[in-house]
């Protein structure tokens, strides 16, 4: 099967997984902003990559406006994030992102990325500057708060290769 990976990019971590993904599956790999909706039907699987920003995936337009035209292709979504991935984060993410009727035949991974402020493009580092000034304001902070903190001055990579796997496995059984 013609397999191309698609990403969206702002730091680095998605283009290091879908880098990882094409490799493994000797796929081709396309920069999202350089992606177009007659490119992808040229293709059997569609994986589309991109980093969650508020819980959003950046480039999923791509898949949902068109989700109609490419609903028949083998369609699979990852997003990194520097969160650890828990059952109810992964819930919200496919909830926020997809319709029900997406979440039945597109298949969703999550890859823990990182967070590297340096990175950060203005407008985003504006907001995590309001995030982390709100969370400095409470009196009492969850575990996940504390771990915001001590990264947004201290740059986390959690990329690993081995990550992929999962996806690696589910492309290869189709």
């Not at 698609?6 to 493994?24: H, L």
């Not at 990852?78 to 035949?105: D, P, S, Y």
């Not at 580092?125 to 982390?132: D, N, S, V």
């Not at 915001?148 to 740059?155: E, G």
Request: with cysteine; proline share 2%.
């Amino acid at each position: 099967m013609k397999t191309v990976v698609v990403y969206r990019s702002k730091t680095g971590f998605t283009k290091q997984y879908a880098e990882w993904i094409a490799q493994e599956l000797s796929a081709d790999l396309l920069e999202g902003n350089n992606t177009s909706l007659e490119k992808l039907l040229t293709y059997d699987v569609v994986i589309l990559g991109g980093g969650l920003y508020g819980s959003g995936i950046n480039g999923l337009k791509l898949i949902t406006k068109n989700f109609q035209t490419l609903k028949e292709k083998q369609l699979i979504v990852f997003a990194t994030g520097a969160c650890v991935g828990r059952e109810n984060e992964i819930a919200g993410i496919l909830n926020k992102n997809f319709t029900l009727e997406q979440q039945q035949k597109i298949k969703f991974f999550y890859l823990r990325g990182g967070y590297n402020h340096s990175l950060v493009n203005p407008m985003d580092k504006f907001l995590m500057t309001l995030l982390k000034w709100k969370i400095k304001s409470k009196k009492t902070l969850t575990p996940d708060e504390k771990g915001l903190l001590a990264v947004y001055d201290h740059p986390v990579n959690f990329t690993r290769r081995k990550n992929i796997e999962k996806l690696i496995t589910y492309v290869l059984q189709l």
